[in-house]
């Protein structure tokens, strides 16, 4: 798992997990397996996106105009209202037209729905940006030096689950022709013990 999955994951455990699982209607257990696989295929999509030079500008940009940090300050508080911080914005941005294959892939890799999913992802990817904020801070991360970073955590993804990480990366991307959303059906179903 990469460190920015596994910082997000332990910031949540516990009253963050529960919340979240209260406001797509899923169990806490189906929550937290689904986000430790969706964090690192945003993680994926935005070491995707940032190696080239005007996506690691416009990442480096976003971060440094709309995502310090602060969102961690108070998870509860966002986890409220989590529409305010424009998930979805996000998201179109670090996805693009791959959304709507991740959100299949994920609706049948998890046992949530596509709705559940969605919600997921946009409450998930308003936290990655803010703790990707809060480490271009801490770190003074350039354009280039955010790149590199997050580049680095796709590799460790990689190394922790490659079958999975090679399937979501193979999702990413996909040219819609089906093959590769069924490696990830496969790999999710594993993952989640087949429980779709």
């Not at 516990?14 to 945003?42: C, V």
């Not at 996106?49 to 995502?67: F, R, W």
């Not at 999913?117 to 280039?144: E, S």
């Amino acid at each position: 798992m990469d460190a920015l999955t596994q910082q997000l994951i332990q910031q949540l455990a516990g009253e963050g997990i529960t919340q979240i699982s209260r406001k797509i209607g899923a169990d806490e257990q189906t929550t937290k397996a689904a986000l430790s696989t969706a964090l690192p295929l945003l993680v994926s999509a935005l070491a995707k996106n940032t190696s080239k030079t005007e996506g690691a500008q416009s990442l480096n940009q976003a971060l440094t105009k709309d995502h310090d940090g602060s969102i961690l300050n108070d998870v509860p508080g966002f986890l409220e209202n989590p529409e305010a911080a424009n998930g979805a914005g996000i998201l179109e941005h670090v996805l693009g037209s791959q959304q709507s294959t991740v959100n299949k892939g994920l609706t049948k890799g998890t046992g949530l729905n596509s709705e559940q999913v969605d919600q997921l992802l946009q409450i998930g990817a308003p936290l990655l940006m803010g703790l990707l904020g809060q480490q271009q801070q801490q770190k003074g991360f350039d354009p280039n030096g955010l790149s590199t970073y997050l580049g680095g955590q796709q590799q460790k993804a990689q190394e922790s689950d490659p079958d999975l990480m090679g399937a979501l990366n193979t999702l990413l991307d996909a040219d819609k022709d089906g093959t590769a959303l069924d490696d990830v059906i496969g790999m999710a179903a594993k993952l989640f013990g087949n429980k779709s």
